[in-house]
């Protein structure tokens, strides 16, 4: 059997419901024949490595650690899904110092056990602030991080096909940028449903704009709707993503939605900071551009952007990263 | 994007973890563009559809039901992950009864709904007795039902590897035959090390008489050590290797492992029993040969037939399939 590249891929929390469903979403996918699991849980990590041998991938090399030196030591690829989650009694704030820490020993992992490595997806939450603060720590070229953003795009685009009683794949276009959270910019003006830009529909009897902000409220609500109806966070549709971002790297295919990208553009505005913005995902890493829409979707891509600097400036007040101007003396790429 | 076929696949089981990886891996697999998810749990099903709609798979058309007139109208393809688990204060008769009822009707929409199906795997426990109660009721033909058999041999192949040190692909034949349990047959004189035969390593310095029987108990409890493990059942493998065997009979690619299939052959003494041989899956279904062994492993064989017809008398005994002599009434294929 046949494998993209036998380069060694590395899932951290892969004792974890995400994570075991990244290893054999990556094998399935045929990504690599070389791939370690990461978890601090021996026993869950055992077990879900033992599922994954019993899948009998031909021509396979599975291995399962505790180590971040054994998983990580000549990695080329790694995907993080390695968070801890929100538990009774925590403050928003606890949850982001604690997930910023695990970042930051992720960068510092990175650095110091696979320095070259060629990708680094990050998707435990909040992703754009762990994105980032994993880049600063890891020394890498900030085309070498992304961070999952695309379920957003992918939720807006699943609810307005349910809402036009059109095939999914039909709904093009959708795209939310900014943060991964309440305050993310959902544009309506690369959308088209059909042939029929969105912009054109909404307002009329096909989608009234009350419906449009009831469909723009269950894209921002789409992961709580998730754990309300299963009981559980997603954890299928972050594996699938995860798993092709990291596959475009590894042959270049075309990765269709935005990703969340290192920004610091003086011409833009957009100072510093991780966020989904319009993106290629290729052998080259993660690049693209700033989105275009209408003044009132570039001021909600504003109000997100500023959103996620005062959660980066509280992260830096934590002293989990540095202050903004010496940020390139841990990152010289920065 | 292509699809093997745009035949329709109907999952069962779908809310479920087995059930809800199913989906996504044979969308991953890319096996059909048409899924039908059935599942009496509706917020579950909705949540795990809801997720594979997250993943947009492009071109897909994913549909969620508790409908079996739904989801089993026009399928080709099905696979049942939908049993009930042992529940505290279950006997083994509770549970071979539920599940064996479970499987009755199963055969029976697919009889009322799908009669012109080209595949049904069953995989819930006992699986060897819920195949043959489907197959009765279905009124398919045997070589058009087949059970998930592989995992006993896949875990024997993981055992060898781990205690030879070698890659898992490097122990080839392994093989389990008979039920889907404690009363399994370990085959030894199919397998090999490398190139070497594994009967000659057994009773060696390599592969001690005492290692070779820790081997094949940790064989036949190698479902309940993932239990032990990951605090859960095995749900990434057995999906899997479901998928798997669907792919074989949507485009004839070889699938490497025994599966359960009906046998009722004179000549080999194996009477009106579902169970795992040596078989292949193709665009004709299951088929394949009664496998050879040495004496011991041929009586180990008959010996895990007769308990499973002791299984199946049972269930006739609770009249959930009718008497050995009455099957042709009810599937004429029989």
Chains 1, 2 share one sequence.
Not at 132 to 138: D, T
Request: proline share 5%.
């Amino acid at each position: 059997m046949n494998y993209l590249t036998d380069e060694k891929l590395t899932i951290l929390g892969s004792a974890g419901a995400i994570g075991s469903n990244m290893v054999q979403a990556a094998l399935t996918m045929r990504l690599t024949s070389n791939v370690a699991m990461l978890d601090p849980y021996d026993p869950g990590n055992e077990g879900a490595a033992e599922e994954i041998y019993h899948c009998s991938f031909p021509g396979a090399n599975v291995t399962w650690t505790s180590s971040a030196e054994e998983a990580l030591t000549g990695a080329s690829y790694i995907i993080s899904s390695g968070g801890a989650p929100r538990k009774e009694g925590m403050t928003r704030e606890d949850l982001l110092k604690g997930n910023a820490e695990i970042a930051a020993q992720l960068g510092k992992d990175v650095k110091r056990y696979c320095p070259d490595a060629k990708f680094l997806v990050v998707i435990f939450n909040p992703a754009d602030i762990t994105g980032l603060v994993a880049l600063i720590h890891s020394g890498l070229d900030p085309s070498r991080v992304a961070t999952l953003a695309a379920l957003d795009s992918t939720r807006l685009q699943t609810k307005l096909s349910q809402h036009f009683g059109v095939p999914q794949s039909e709904v093009t276009g959708c795209r939310t940028y900014g943060g991964h959270g309440e305050m993310m910019a959902v544009f309506a003006s690369t959308a088209r449903v059909g042939d029929r830009p969105l912009s054109d529909l909404i307002g009329t009897d096909e989608l009234t704009l009350e419906q449009w902000e009831e469909i723009k409220a269950h894209t921002r609500q789409g992961g709580k709707r998730i754990i309300q109806l299963r009981g559980r966070s997603s954890f299928q549709s972050p594996a699938h993503h995860s798993v092709l971002m990291t596959r475009s790297v590894i042959d270049g295919r075309r990765y269709p939605w935005p990703a969340g990208r290192y920004i610091d553009s003086e011409e833009a505005g957009y100072r510093q900071t991780l966020m989904a913005l319009e993106t290629t995902i290729d052998q080259n890493g993660v690049h693209g551009s700033i989105p275009e829409g209408t003044e009132q979707e570039m001021a909600d891509l504003r109000a997100s952007y500023e959103h996620l600097t005062k959660l980066r400036d509280e992260v830096i007040g934590m002293g989990v990263i540095p202050p903004l101007d010496q940020w390139s003396s841990v990152n010289p790429n920065l």
